[in-house]
């Protein structure tokens, strides 16, 4: 099965910018849409970014659409979340995730394969 490792995770201030990674082993990923989500305490893991298995197509959450960036390189196996304009509310465990399903808002139960997370924390 596919295993994902996420990281990149750190502390930074609000204003900042921070690029998280998540590396895939055990088979390529150029079959699966891609995706980040995250999970702040006290909160249910959410979407933030998806990306379809060729890289054509991404989506974003309305929270972090303008702001943050979802790229893949399959030739590395490998796909990456740049966030930029970081704000305190960003502040979580982002995990990777990958889906058979089309790119779009994807749920929770839509995912086959989860990383273990990276943690992100935005100061103000």
């Known amino acids: 099965q596919v295993q994902l490792v996420e990281s990149g995770g750190g502390l930074v201030q609000a204003g900042g910018s921070l ?3 998540c590396a895939a082993s055990g088979r390529t990923l150029s079959t699966y849409a891609m995706a980040w989500f995250r ?3 006290g909160k249910e893991r959410e979407f933030v970014a998806s990306i379809s298995s060729g890289g054509e197509n991404a989506y ?3 929270s972090v659409k303008g ?3 979802i ?3 399959n030739a590395k196996n490998t796909v990456s979340l740049q ?3 970081l704000k305190p509310e960003d502040t979580a465990v982002y995990h990777c995730a990958a889906s058979t399903t089309a790119p779009r808002w994807l749920t929770k139960g839509e995912i086959a394969y989860w990383g273990q997370g990276t943690q992100v924390t935005i100061s103000s």
């Open 60 to 62: 974003y959450a309305d």
């Open 71 to 73: 790229s893949r390189n």
């Open 67 to 69: 702001r943050f960036t």
């Open 39 to 41: 999970q702040a305490p």
């Open 83 to 85: 966030m930029n304009s």
């Open 19 to 21: 690029r998280v990674s």
